[in-house]
C-alpha cells in the first residue's frame, strides 16, 4: 500500500512539473502545472508493473523500454476510457491539443518521454525495494 502511495504523489508530482514547464512553451512564465485528482490512482497502479520489472529486468534495456511504453499507453488508454464512461469525458483529452492521438487517450509523440519513464521506474522500483522496506 505505501508503494502505491508513493508511486500514486510521484506521479502527481511529475505531472505537475510537466505540465508547469510545457507551459512555458506557451509563454506562461508563471509555470502553471496542473493535474487531476484521479491521477493519482492511475499513477499508484505502477505497483503492478513491479512484479513486471523483476521478470524482464535481464532483457535488453530497448526491450524493457518498448514493454513500458506499451504498458503505459494501455494504463492511460484505459483508464480514460474507463473515465469518459463514469464521467462523460476524459481530463486530458488529447484530440485538443494533437493530430498525433489514438481517440484521445494517449498522445503517439509522448513515446520517447514514456520510453524513459519507465526506465526511470526500474530504478525508482529498486531504491523503493531496497530503502523504503514497508510493502
Given at each position: 500500500m505505501i508503494h502505491f502511495i508513493i508511486y500514486g504523489l510521484s506521479g502527481l508530482l511529475l505531472e505537475i512539473?510537466?505540465?508547469?514547464?510545457?507551459?512555458?512553451?506557451?509563454?506562461?512564465?508563471?509555470?502553471?502545472?496542473?493535474?487531476?485528482?484521479?491521477?493519482?490512482?492511475?499513477?499508484?497502479?505502477?505497483?503492478f508493473f513491479e512484479s513486471i520489472h523483476d521478470k524482464i529486468r535481464r532483457?535488453?534495456?530497448?526491450?524493457?523500454?518498448?514493454?513500458?511504453?506499451f504498458l503505459i499507453y494501455l494504463i492511460e488508454f484505459t483508464s480514460g476510457f474507463i473515465?469518459?464512461?463514469?464521467?462523460?469525458?476524459?481530463?486530458?483529452?488529447?484530440?485538443?491539443?494533437?493530430?498525433?492521438t489514438f481517440f484521445g487517450y494517449i498522445r503517439l509523440d509522448y513515446f520517447p518521454a514514456w520510453f524513459v519513464v519507465g526506465l526511470i521506474f526500474e530504478r525508482y522500483h529498486d531504491f523503493l525495494d531496497n530503502k523504503i522496506m514497508i510493502k
Open positions: 512539473l510537466w505540465t508547469g514547464l510545457s507551459s512555458l512553451i506557451s509563454g506562461d512564465f508563471a509555470l502553471t502545472g496542473h493535474t487531476y485528482i484521479w491521477m493519482f490512482f492511475i499513477y499508484g497502479l505502477a505497483i532483457y535488453n534495456f530497448l526491450i524493457r523500454g518498448f514493454i513500458w511504453v473515465l469518459d464512461i463514469l464521467i462523460g469525458y476524459c481530463p486530458w483529452d488529447y484530440k485538443k491539443s494533437t493530430s498525433l
